[in-house]
Each structure stands twice: as structure tokens, then as C-alpha cells.
């Protein structure tokens, strides 16, 4: 099977579904994570071009600890509109990789870039299996099956689907510690030790379903993505 996973920023996969990742890579599944924006704003004091490289390095050395392929779309940060020159690009995208599932973030989160290309991936997902919708790759021949991923600190998300990923959380650790740059930034800007947030979200998400440590995800549930199938490992 072959896992898309779309992200707004470097590091969002790793904070909220890379256990889930990780899980399918152990699983011999093909696991894609594309960071549609640079993350070129994400810091006090390194420059945007050069924040924007630090940040690709960091979420290729992240993917590379499970061996999944990583993509971005290279959009600067807070520079994402839903329109049409966007969802073409998120669109060639998905006929490039040609995902059985794709894992998007919530439209319920809490900044812009991560709602929007919640919106811009749910629309290039049906786009991409329109033949006469063209972009460079021919048509995707799926309406893949589309789940969304936690939001950040699982505020306004209610899981309908768990994935116990006690045997992975170290994995996620080290996933999540590639990003550098973040953990600083982060402990400043938004007052949070990035690690210690994902553990207790994943913690509290495990008290849920009765195992250590858990991620939550919500099926998109309209018509021509239900399915009988569990797709979650
Ligand atoms: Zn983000």
C-alpha cells in the first residue's frame, strides 16, 4: 500500500501521526510525507531562505528514520490560499504518488496554513482523477480514502479511529527531535518542550483506547471514501 501523508509545516507529521507512519513502514508499506509549506517563518532570527533549507534537511532526516520518501510543496508559510494554482500543485502531488490513503490535517485546527491545506488536499484528492483536469502526471484512478490527523494538543478533535503506538514512540521521538531548529523556537514562541507535548497527547490519547500511547484520526466520511476496510494499522 502506498501512505500519503500531507502536512502543513516540516514538523506537523512528526508531532501527529508518525507513530501511525512509522507503524506502516514496519508493515512494508510505502510511506510519502510532503510539508506543504517551507516552515520559512518558523524562528526569531534565521532568515526565511535559510530557515526554509535547515527545515527541508530536517524533515528529509526525519523521514529518512523510517525510510519514507519526503516531498514538500514549498510554499512559503501563511502564503497558502485556496486556489486553483495551489490545488494543482497539491493535485500533481497525488497523481505523482498515487496514494492508496492519504492523511491530512484537520480542518478544525489552529492556524490558517493547517486548516487550508486541510481544504486545498481534500479538493486536489478529487481533482486528481479528472482526466481532463490536466497536470504533468496522467489521472490518479482513485477518490482516495482520506483520514484527518490530530490537531496540535487535540483540542477540537474527537478521534473516531486509534492506532496503539507503544511499540513506535521511540521511533516518533526521534523522528520528532530531527527538527532542531523547532525545539527553541518553540519553547519561546509557544511555550512548549515539543517532545513533551507529543508524549502527552499520545499518552492521553492511549487512555482513550486502553494502550500506552495511542494517535487519534477522523475518517472523512462522505460519499465515494466510505469503505468497509480498516486502513489504519
Ligand atoms: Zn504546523
Redesign the pocket.
Known sequence: MRVLAI???P??LELLCAGTLAKYANQGHQVIMCHACNGNLGHFEIPRNELRDIRRQEAQNAAAVIGAESLTLDIADLDVYVERETKEKMTELIRKTKPDLIIAPSPDDY?P??TLISRIAFDASFMATLPQLATETECHHLITPFYYMDTLAGVNFQPEVYVDITEVIEIKKRMLACHKSQTQWLKHHDKIDIIEFMITVARFRGLQCGVQYAEGFKPCRVWGRNTTKRWLP
Open positions: 502536512g502543513a509545516h514538523d506537523d492556524m496554513d493547517h
